[in-house]
T-cell receptor
Framework: GAGVSQSPSNKVTEKGKDVELRCDPI?????LYWYRQSLGQGLEFLIY????????KSGLPSDRFSAERTGGSVSTLTIQRTQQEDSAVYLC???????????????FGEGSWLTVV | AQSVTQLGSHVSVSEGALVLLRCNYS??????LFWYVQYPNQGLQLLLK??????LVKGINGFEAEFKKSETSFHLTKPSAHMSDAAEYFC??????????FGKGTRLSVIA
């Protein structure tokens, strides 16, 4: 597609429910990232995928968070047993490759706004 | 590991005045530096980036930033603020083969 597409754009869920957030990166981009943006906290790195390599999960805040990327394209971020502190905007991004030094830009989607009540 | 500090969570300037948003970084290797802008209810858009070469980098919408290694800084400037510049600005650093590490952002308000 023309840009990074995320769905849903808004999600309200009850505490304890599981949620899935979807990201469709720019066609041909091999690197895909998930970030979390909380009010006043900037952007927190969660996980990235690069081609067929094992994902870097070092930013995931707890084992309730997981992500997968099928066929090297679409990615799903899953949050199990949601808590109120999970409320945030979840941003997906993609780039041609991970190495920023080569000049490749990371392109962001508009985010999925998650509210846990 | 890399880190970014943005001085000032909120900056207000008058229309037509100089915009200066401060960013200091920490990196154990030569950094790659970025400024992104986020307009209300939108995703992040790249303003400019420094990878190698010229230390004064020009970006979109009249913004520029200068990489100063001695000061570990990458401050963002614009000579004359427009109302349309009101947004959240994020500085970010990468080691080149790592995901971007972002600062906490600076909200810019432009007063008529």
């Amino acid at each position: 597609g023309a840009g990074v597409s995320q769905s849903p754009s808004n999600k309200v869920t009850e505490k304890g429910k599981d949620v899935e957030l979807r990201c469709d990166p720019i066609s041909g981009h091999t690197a895909l990232y998930w970030y979390r943006q909380s009010l006043g906290q900037g952007l927190e790195f969660l996980i990235y995928f690069q081609g067929n390599s094992a994902p870097d999960k070092s930013g995931l805040p707890s084992d309730r968070f997981s992500a997968e990327r099928t066929g090297g394209s679409v990615s799903t971020l899953t949050i199990q047993r949601t808590q109120q502190e999970d409320s945030a905007v979840y941003l997906c991004a993609s780039s041609l490759q991970l190495t920023q030094g080569s000049g490749n830009t990371i392109y962001f989607g508009e985010g999925s706004w998650l509210t846990v009540v | 590991a890399q880190s970014v500090t943005q001085l000032g969570s909120h900056v207000s300037v008058s229309e037509g005045a100089l915009v200066l948003l401060r960013c200091n970084y920490s990196s154990s290797v030569p950094p790659y530096l970025f400024w992104y802008v986020q307009y209300p209810n939108q995703g992040l858009q790249l303003l400019l980036k420094y990878t190698t070469g010229a230390t004064l980098v020009k970006g979109i919408n009249g913004f520029e930033a200068e990489f100063k290694k001695s000061e570990t800084s990458f401050h963002l400037t614009k000579p004359s603020a427009h109302m349309s510049d009101a947004a959240e600005y994020f500085c970010a650093v990468s080691a080149g083969n790592t995901p971007l590490v972002f600062g906490k952002g600076t909200r810019l308000s432009v007063i008529a």
